[in-house]
């Protein structure tokens, strides 16, 4: 089998010891890459400040067309790098093919954004002492970022981090999820390919245990992390100077009002309660339901769930495939049989096959138990009414997250009364939580995270404004 190198400083290198990749659904080998020596972190961590000015200065052609190239080289190896996100993550080929098409999207976003992206002018001259002044408003990259990516999207989710680095100009060091490096080592060739300056961007599948002397590095001044919420508010304690944005963890809810189409609202959450095996921080975990119509929603969503695929992730048919391992498998087990043991009612799923969970569905559960209150990261959902959309969005509130959520309703009122109340980061009216476009702002509030994703809003975030001001012009 061949071992597959990593990227230091723009360029493919080998180290001393191997780490094997395996499939989540059989536990076959994928495939072995080359593990990053500290000095090898070194020399990383050293050509990225170094080239920091230089990569701040790039012309905006040269930062556009290096990510214009990214995505069209994605879009030309798109089954390749899906099938190659199914092997090593688990995620069934029809959502590996999903995200690399939203990955060819982030870059292309990003192209675009780079070409818009100016400086701006303010006239001062409004008081009398400021006459024959103007303000030259820039933006400057705060400095090289450290990206920390999870293992649920191997390819969008750096993308996003990526992207945006390389569109300010700001070098890049990804630290990619140790159960998922394939996917961030092929994105460094295609990046190889471009025509950055030697030290932008590297890509080091280093382990987890050994990105501590990252983050607290003074080199690199700004940490993007996703991950779990302990992780990510661990390192921004140990780090309180450096900027860091934090995208973390989510138990999503999905409110179903009386006036909802139940058909469209059953399918959509049964379908995105599982989605990714149910591991994505936007899967819908929690159902609100009011009342009025919880038995008839209940009817429609219990069979959509149990019509679900569940398989061989490689199957194209398959929509729910295993989770990351089967210890992730036996964690989200345990804690639906926790559930059930408090008084939950089983009424769907429950089951497990080594490292797949049955898509699950719970009732009566109880508000201390972890399928309530924290984040399962696994297929499943529990159904709760609400007497009224004032008890409805309160129970979405009463949660120490809040990323994203979803609104079943035809009432405009009661969308913009939503986007009022929720105390989330987004709100999606007539849809699941779990909907993301790649160019709109992204994040949460709570313990789901601090800054936002997409392009032009990361943009900002790896960015401080700059002002000059001109001295006496005639304006």
């Not at 070098?171 to 996917?183: E, F, G, M, R």
């Not at 007539?430 to 943009?459: C, F, N, T, W």
Request: aromatic fraction near 6%; charged fraction near 20%.
């Amino acid at each position: 089998m061949d071992v597959r190198t990593f990227w230091l400083a723009g360029r493919a290198a080998t180290g001393e010891t191997e780490l094997t990749v395996t499939n989540p659904h059989d536990g076959r080998a994928v495939a072995r890459h080359w593990v990053p020596t500290d000095d090898q972190v070194e020399e990383a961590v050293e050509a990225a400040a170094a080239v920091a000015g230089q990569a701040a200065a790039l012309p905006v052609h040269v930062r556009a067309e290096a990510l214009a190239h990214v995505s069209r080289r994605l879009a030309e190896r798109a089954d390749e790098i899906a099938h190659l996100i199914t092997a090593e993550n688990g995620k069934p080929i029809m959502w590996a093919r999903g995200e690399v098409s939203r990955a060819v999207a982030t870059f292309r976003f990003a192209a675009e954004e780079t070409r818009r992206w100016s400086g701006g002018v303010q006239r001062l001259d409004s008081e009398p002492a400021a006459a024959g002044r103007l303000a030259y408003v820039s933006r400057v990259p705060k400095g090289p970022v450290l990206a920390i990516t999870p293992f649920n999207f191997p390819l969008n989710l750096v993308a996003h981090k990526v992207a945006p680095a390389i569109a300010v100009g700001a070098p890049v060091i990804v630290k990619p999820a140790p159960a998922t490096p394939l996917s961030s080592l092929l994105l460094g060739e295609i990046l190889a390919e471009t025509d950055l300056p030697a030290g932008m961007f590297s890509v080091l599948p280093i382990e987890n245990e050994r990105a501590s002397a990252l983050v607290t590095d003074s080199r690199l001044p700004v940490v993007s992390f996703t991950g779990s919420a302990p992780v990510g508010y661990a390192i921004a304690d140990q780090v309180p100077r450096k900027h860091v944005t934090l995208e973390l963890g989510g138990n999503a809810a999905a409110v179903v009002l009386a006036d909802a189409d139940l058909d469209w609202a059953a399918q959509r959450i049964a379908l995105y309660s599982n989605y990714q095996a149910g591991q994505s921080c936007i899967a819908v975990q929690r159902v609100i339901v009011e009342q009025s119509v919880y038995d008839a929603f209940a009817e429609r969503l219990l069979p959509a769930v149990n019509a679900l695929v569940t398989g061989d992730p490689a199957d194209e048919k398959t929509q729910v495939g295993p989770l990351v391992s089967e210890a992730a498998a036996e964690r989200v087990e345990q804690w639906v049989r926790e559930a059930v043991d408090a008084g939950a009612t089983l009424l769907a799923g429950g089951g497990r096959d080594g490292a797949t969970v049955e898509p699950t569905v719970l009732g009566s559960v109880p508000h201390d138990a972890k399928v309530a209150c924290e984040e399962v990261f696994g297929p499943v959902m529990i159904l709760q009414p609400a007497a009224s959309i004032d008890e409805a969005y309160a129970m979405v509130n009463d949660s120490k997250y809040g990323l994203q959520a979803g609104v079943f309703t035809r009432s405009l009122d009661a969308a913009f009364r939503a986007n009022r109340e929720l105390e989330v980061g987004g709100v999606i009216i007539g849809d699941v939580p779990s909907y993301r476009a790649d160019q709109m702002p992204y994040g949460g509030v709570k313990d789901s995270g601090i800054g936002r994703e997409g392009l032009h809003s990361a943009m900002e975030d790896l960015t401080y404004e700059k002002v000059m001001v001109l001295t006496g012009l005639s304006l």
